[in-house]
């Protein structure tokens, strides 16, 4: 998992609030995943540092960016990212899936690909349409990417999955063979949107023993 640094405190703020969320979610899963938190310097990681029990947190953490800190399992690196012609079927238990931490919003388009690309690693979308149309806005945010990647290792069903985890307000159609397209773009904000997820479910963070 990585975590791009911005600075920007709000920005750095959300994603120190998304990476507890995650990773209270992964320690809550049947089927939990092993989680690399990777690149978190600068004012994220000094935010970071200062929460009760982060020192406790069991969690590879790095950093340097995951390309240096995992060059030896460079072959091995999955970028997800909506703009990635390979579509996700099954989760290879070789391969290390790399959730950005810096989403592809409309005023960055692209740029997680692009960066996947000059680093010469491989990328994948996940199949959300084979299983649903996307209403209004269709990114999804780092704690909903994350909740279904958990929710398919546990029940081994994406529909299950997307369904249990995606906002019915962003669902516009279901179990259509035809829906197709990148799941990206869209107006609204998903900053405002992680902080509800949060806020809704702020019994999920994690303690501090």
């Not at 397209?181 to 904000?189: F, I, P, R």
Request: aromatic share 10%; charged share 30%; proline share 4%.
């Amino acid at each position: 998992m990585w975590f791009f640094p911005m600075k920007s405190f709000k920005f750095s703020t959300l994603r120190v609030s998304n990476i507890m969320y995650c990773y209270a979610v992964n320690r809550r899963c049947a089927s939990p995943c092993h989680l690399w938190l990777t690149g978190c310097n600068g004012e994220m990681g000094s935010r970071l540092q200062r929460l009760p029990g982060f020192d406790k947190w069991i969690i590879e953490k790095e950093n340097r960016p995951y390309i240096e800190a995992l060059q030896d399992e460079k072959h091995n690196l999955v970028y997800l990212t909506a703009d990635s012609e390979t579509i996700l079927h099954e989760l290879d238990p070789k391969k290390m899936y790399i959730v950005g931490g810096l989403v592809d919003r409309n005023r960055w388009k692209g740029i997680t690909m692009k960066k996947a690309q000059e680093q010469g690693i491989q990328t994948a979308k996940l199949p959300i349409g084979n299983y649903l149309k996307m209403s209004s806005s269709q990114v999804l945010t780092v704690n909903q990417v994350m909740e279904i990647l958990l929710k398919f290792l546990e029940t081994q069903d994406w529909k299950t999955s997307f369904f249990q985890v995606i906002p019915q307000r962003k669902r516009g159609g279901a179990d259509s063979e035809d829906c197709q397209g990148d799941v990206e773009g869209g107006e609204e904000s998903e900053e405002e949107e992680d902080q509800l997820e949060i806020k809704k479910k702020r019994t999920e963070s994690p303690s501090s023993d």
